[in-house]
């Protein structure tokens, strides 16, 4: 059994072609879309359509809760602004009402069972918390209060934008000789003593999970532009703890047409700063908005209470990013044939 899992399209059409197309080469068994198929990019409706033409397994993830929930009490605080939230306002004038209707009928997890392999639990973050993210070099300690509840192994999980693979320990003692696994698994680090009763009250059966993030089609933060997904293999547990085997993928394609976008669909202008950081994002594949946040809270600036396009110049200004940006935007640099 092979899957295919994706994630984190964020309405860049372009790359869910790109990735369709290595999935025509793979022809996988199953396919899994884990969340965030809309916003901030311009293609969102056709995104949506392509989606619901492949039969595909969907999760929603947040960005599809801030199209839902906006305009009512759900909303997250200040969306009303459209000058931290003007890409979500050009995304509600925009959206089709069929795509909507989609999006609204998805669930927020799914539990997977093929025949004859081992369960696996799909959320965008973990379930019930659909903010929640994972890196690869995050430590165990970190990671096992927000997964201890999940009774499945096997954890497929997104949000980040990263491509993890990772095997997570918990150990009933603070000598990490006593796990079982230490031996083939010694590039671990110890993880910290946990309570051997999780806080809902279940005890579980298993100490080990096998934590995965297939990174992002559409939008992805390790320094590649190129669109990313997974395959799992559904293998031996000699071979596998978990029994699932994880293959990252990478396919470049050309980020020119949604780049344009950005201007010609007046995504730019409606958006303001925060479509300009995402623009940016898609230039460098880096995360070009927290490292914006970051700078603000360091250096005296809180963009939640002043002229956020005064913090955003002078940021600018100071770290030099648009120049950084610029040398990397395929719209501004002459590109190699």
Same mark, same amino acid.
């Given at each position: 059994?092979?899957?295919?899992?994706?994630?984190d399209?964020?309405?860049n059409?372009?790359?869910?072609?790109a990735?369709q197309?290595?999935?025509?080469?793979?022809?996988?068994?199953?396919?899994i879309?884990?969340?965030?198929?809309?916003? $901030?990019m311009?293609?969102?409706?056709?995104?949506?359509?392509?989606?619901?033409?492949?039969?595909?397994?969907v999760?929603?993830?947040n960005?599809?809760?801030?199209l839902?929930?906006?305009?009512?009490?759900?909303?997250?605080?200040?969306?009303?602004?459209?000058?931290?939230?003007?890409?979500?306002?050009?995304?509600?004038?925009?959206?089709?009402?069929?795509?909507?209707?989609?999006?609204?009928?998805?669930?927020?997890?799914?539990?997977?069972?093929?025949?004859?392999?081992?369960?696996?639990?799909?959320a965008?973050?973990?379930?019930?918390?659909?903010r929640v993210g994972?890196?690869?070099?995050?430590?165990?300690?970190?990671?096992? $209060?927000?997964?201890e509840?999940i009774?499945?192994r096997?954890?497929?999980s997104?949000?980040?934008?990263?491509?993890?693979?990772?095997?997570?320990?918990?150990?009933?003692?603070?000598?990490?000789?006593?796990?079982?696994?230490?031996?083939r698994?010694?590039?671990?680090?110890p993880?910290?003593?946990?309570?051997?009763?999780? $806080?809902?009250?279940k005890?579980?059966?298993?100490c080990?999970?096998h934590?995965?993030n297939?990174?992002?089609?559409?939008?992805?933060?390790?320094g590649?532009?190129?669109a990313?997904?997974?395959?799992?293999?559904?293998?031996?547990?000699?071979?596998?703890?978990?029994?699932?085997?994880?293959?990252?993928h990478?396919?470049?394609?050309?980020?020119?047409?949604?780049?344009?976008?950005f201007?010609?669909?007046?995504?730019?202008?409606?958006?303001g700063?925060?479509?300009?950081?995402?623009?940016w994002?898609?230039?460098?594949?880096?995360?070009?908005?927290?490292? %914006?946040?970051r700078?603000?809270?360091?250096?005296?600036?809180?963009?939640d209470?002043?002229?956020?396009?005064?913090?955003?110049?002078? %940021?600018?200004?100071?770290?030099?990013?648009?120049g950084?940006?610029?040398?990397?935007? $395929?719209?501004?640099?002459?590109?190699?044939?």
């Open positions: 059994m092979r899957l295919a899992v994706l994630a399209i964020h309405g059409l372009p790359a869910l072609q990735v197309a290595e999935l025509e080469r793979l022809q996988p068994d199953f396919v879309l884990n969340g965030d198929l809309i916003n $901030p311009p293609f969102n409706n056709g995104v949506v359509d392509r989606v619901r033409d492949a039969g595909w397994a999760v929603r993830g960005h599809e809760f801030y839902l929930d906006y305009g009512t009490d759900r909303a997250p605080k200040g969306s009303h602004d459209s000058e931290r939230w003007g890409s979500l306002h050009w995304l509600v004038r925009r959206i089709g009402a069929e795509q909507a209707n989609f999006l609204a009928a998805l669930p927020d997890e799914l539990r997977l069972q093929f025949p004859g392999a081992q369960p696996i639990r799909a965008h973050g973990v379930p019930g918390q659909n994972f890196y690869q070099s995050m430590p165990m300690d970190k990671i096992i $209060p927000a997964i509840t009774d499945e096997n954890i497929i997104a949000h980040t934008h990263v491509q993890v693979d990772r095997h997570i320990y918990k150990t009933q003692s603070q000598d990490p000789l006593t796990d079982p696994h230490e031996g698994h010694a590039f671990e680090p993880a910290a003593t946990m309570s051997d009763m999780p $806080p809902d009250g005890q579980r059966s298993h080990h999970w934590l995965m297939p990174g992002s089609i559409g939008l992805p933060l390790n590649d532009p190129s990313q997904f997974a395959t799992m293999e559904s293998v031996p547990e000699s071979e596998q703890p978990g029994g699932w085997k994880v293959l990252h990478r396919v470049p394609y050309d980020r020119g047409p949604v780049l344009e976008a201007a010609t669909e007046g995504l730019l202008e409606a958006g700063v925060i479509a300009q950081l995402f623009y994002e898609l230039v460098t594949a880096e995360p070009e908005i927290i490292n %914006y946040f700078w603000c809270w360091a250096n005296g600036h809180d963009p209470a002043e002229d956020i396009k005064h913090s955003f110049t002078a %940021y600018s200004e100071a770290t030099g990013r648009n950084y940006v610029d040398e990397r935007d $395929p719209l501004k640099v002459p590109q190699s044939t």
